[in-house]
């Protein structure tokens, strides 16, 4: 028997602890005078004031780092994006508002309450955590979720869960999705999602997520009020339905997505959440390509194409720090209009 506890919608379970690292601070060197020595000249003579204002920045650089640690999200757009994505290790992106997660790597805490996940490729750091996702909105009594697979991995993934039901003896309840690229699901009344394709070493895809409204047509537009609603009234269709893209996720892809004219929509939606595997010249554009990742200078060059309000990098290589991804973005940044910002949750400063 599945024993079920009931949690306040609002809170989400604690399953993992939330690892907060609080950096010490950095130690500087104390300074004293011989006492033959007059201060003022001291001062003066010594560099003692180079090496306060060094201490400054020090301290400074080591806030900036402490902050960005201990930052769990990033509000873009009227989105309040958070989650971990750690090239090789583990990505969850969640979406509060729209009540998704993009992929849901070990299944962080944070990712239980969403009601809907979106499954790029069916490599562990991104699909790893599934069955845990589905059996904690069991325990916690939470609807089943909806979970959008490409239809190439459908039936091995309903094989995880019925072995997880033999090995567990529990209920795994879920609506499975194989979402083909193309193809359009309806979430809710307003919201509906399309897969669009990408490029990686194993089948993948990634995701937009439109907002739906209702637009006057065009031939009724000079209409008076009456008059429009005697035709509605009569049964005459009076609105067209337009799709605005809100989101697009691509997971793992190289930077080849971005020159197809049938993925426009993920470069124009109001924010493009894509990976950077590779930051600098360490590693080769075409090593990036070869592993079925995208390499920052490869953004860099296909800025033009960047028509979102903003872009939230993901997916970094874990050989790189805080640091080295800030002076990467801002590179970019640099060279598109749009606002361009780094999911840095997992990674360590160079001061801590």
Not at 81 to 90: A, C, F, L, T
Not at 140 to 166: A, G, M, Q, W
Not at 214 to 235: F, P
Not at 343 to 352: A, D, I, P, Q, R
Request: with cysteine.
């Amino acid at each position: 028997m599945q024993t079920s506890l009931t949690i306040s919608p609002f809170t989400a379970p604690l399953i993992f602890p939330l690892h907060q690292p609080v950096l010490p601070p950095p130690q500087h060197r104390g300074f004293s005078l011989p006492a033959h020595v007059s201060p003022v000249n001291s001062v003066k003579g010594s560099g003692y004031l180079s090496t306060i204002g060094q201490a400054i920045r020090e301290e400074e650089e080591y806030r900036k780092a402490r902050a960005q640690v201990l930052r769990k999200g990033v509000d873009l757009e009227g989105y309040t994006i958070e989650g971990v994505s750690v090239g090789g290790n583990e990505t969850c992106v969640i979406v509060p508002e729209l009540k998704c997660a993009f992929d849901i790597g070990r299944c962080p805490s944070r990712a239980i309450q969403q009601n809907f996940v979106f499954i790029t490729h069916a490599h562990l750091d991104h699909i790893g955590g599934l069955p845990m996702y589905v059996a904690s909105r069991g325990l916690y009594n939470l609807k089943p979720p909806t979970v959008f697979v490409p239809p190439c991995i459908k039936d091995d993934v309903e094989k995880l869960f019925e072995i997880h039901r033999s090995m567990g003896q529990v209920e795994l309840n879920l609506d499975l999705v194989a979402l083909d690229i193309g193809e359009t699901y309806e979430m809710r009344d307003n919201l509906v999602v399309r897969a669009f394709r990408t490029q990686h070493v194993i089948p993948s895809q990634g995701y937009i997520i439109y907002s739906v409204r209702k637009k006057l047509k065009m031939q009724y537009s000079s209409m008076k009020g009456r008059q429009i609603e005697k035709l509605k009234k009569s049964g005459v269709e009076i609105t067209d339905i337009v799709l605005s893209p809100e989101v697009a996720f691509t997971g793992d892809t190289t930077s080849d997505y971005m020159l197809d004219p049938r993925n426009a929509d993920a470069l124009r939606a109001k924010v493009l959440i894509t990976e950077a595997t590779f930051l600098d010249e360490g590693f080769s554009t075409e090593h990036a390509r070869q592993h079925g990742h995208t390499h920052l200078f490869e953004i860099i060059e296909h800025a033009q194409w960047i028509r979102n309000k903003a872009v939230l990098l993901t997916h970094f290589s874990s050989r790189y720090n805080i640091e080295d991804i800030r002076q990467a973005v801002s590179k970019l940044q640099s060279k598109v209009s749009a606002k361009v910002v780094p999911l840095t949750e997992g990674f360590k400063s160079m001061y801590s």
